[in-house]
């Protein structure tokens, strides 16, 4: 089990560091939401092939170089659960301090995007309003920490559901 927490704690701590670092690198004062995206999910399969490697770790080490597709696939869950949390942590400490923010940023740039588009005045407004109303909601921490854990749980159960398919041994 303690494999399993410090591959975990290993992919929470590199997804947090990794998009930190990326954000530093190629954001700058001006944060581009569409380059953003990519590089948050870029860093998320980075981390998350500890997920990988946990797995394998598990099967050589302590199952003697055998496991079951389902027992692959529990062993990653944990690892992607412990990370999801670490990822929800981080973004919990780095959001008030650093992106408190963001939600104006974006409603800025989904604001430009949609004149971009050529969408009329009543409908940018409307938008404006929906954006206004998620915004508020996202200040209060019930409401974004699921947001945040369904931002890297999914990616990792794909992550996990892969890995285990490959690392199944008999």
Same mark, same amino acid.
């Given at each position: ?10 992919? @929470? ?26 590089? @948050? ?6 981390? =998350? ?18 496991? /079951? ?6 062993? @990653? =869950?944990?690892?992607? =659960? ?7 942590? @981080? ?68 992550? /996990? ?5 490959? =690392?199944?041994?008999?």
């Amino acid at each position: 089990m303690k494999r399993l927490i410090y591959f975990g704690l290993l992919a @929470g701590g590199i997804n947090i560091i990794g998009w930190l670092v990326l954000d530093l690198i190629f954001q700058g004062d001006e944060f581009d939401f569409s380059m953003g995206e990519t590089l @948050g999910y870029t860093a998320m399969l980075i981390a =998350l092939s500890a997920v990988f490697f946990g797995i394998k770790s598990y099967r050589d080490k302590e199952l003697q170089g055998t496991i /079951t597709f389902k027992n692959a696939f529990m062993k @990653g =869950l944990i690892i992607v =659960l412990i990370a999801s949390l670490i990822y929800v942590v @981080g973004w919990e400490i780095y959001y008030p301090s650093f992106e408190a923010d963001i939600g104006e940023k974006y409603a800025n740039h989904l604001m430009q995007e949609l004149q971009s588009q050529g969408l009329s005045a009543s409908e940018i407004a409307a938008e404006r309003a929906n954006m206004d109303v998620w915004m508020e909601k996202y200040q209060n921490p019930l409401y974004r920490i699921p947001i945040t854990f369904t931002e890297i749980f999914p990616v990792g159960l794909i992550v /996990t559901l892969i890995s285990a398919l490959i =690392l199944k041994r008999k």
